[in-house]
């Protein structure tokens, strides 16, 4: 099982990326994922989940209207689309997944059974 981010950089205030998560091992198609976000002296957050089997999304207030979170299944992909980006949205991005449900809730109360590595996403102007 493998989680595989990308697409971090650097981006000007009001200004979009894409993040992708290439999912290797398991099918998108029953886990829930999620992605969080861990800025400098900062605990690590969740920022958007995802149910595969459903398409249940949810999102932590400071994105909410600004992120979405999605799934490719014929790619085995998670997305990441950040619009209308904020200096305070500076942090090390990580894709997630609980194997073990299909519903979001355990990852959003509980944690990831599995994580990607981080990409990074500045900022700033």
């Known amino acids: 099982v493998q989680l595989q981010g990308s697409g971090g950089g650097l981006v000007q205030p009001g200004g979009s990326l894409r993040l992708s998560c290439q999912a290797s091992g398991f099918a998108l198609d029953r886990p829930a994922v999620g992605w969080f976000r861990q800025a400098p002296g900062k605990e690590r957050e969740g920022v958007a989940y995802l149910s595969t089997w459903n398409d249940i999304t949810y999102y932590s207030d400071s994105v909410k209207g600004r992120f979405t979170i999605s799934s490719d299944k014929a790619k085995n992909t998670i997305y990441l689309q950040m619009n209308n980006l904020r200096p305070e949205d500076t942090a090390v991005y990580y894709c997630?997944?609980?194997?073990?449900?299909?519903?979001?809730?355990?990852?959003?109360?509980?944690?990831?059974?599995?994580w990607g590595q981080g990409t990074q996403v500045t900022v700033s102007s």
């Open positions: 997630a997944a609980d194997l073990g449900h299909s519903s979001s809730y355990a990852l959003r109360h509980n944690g990831p059974s599995n």
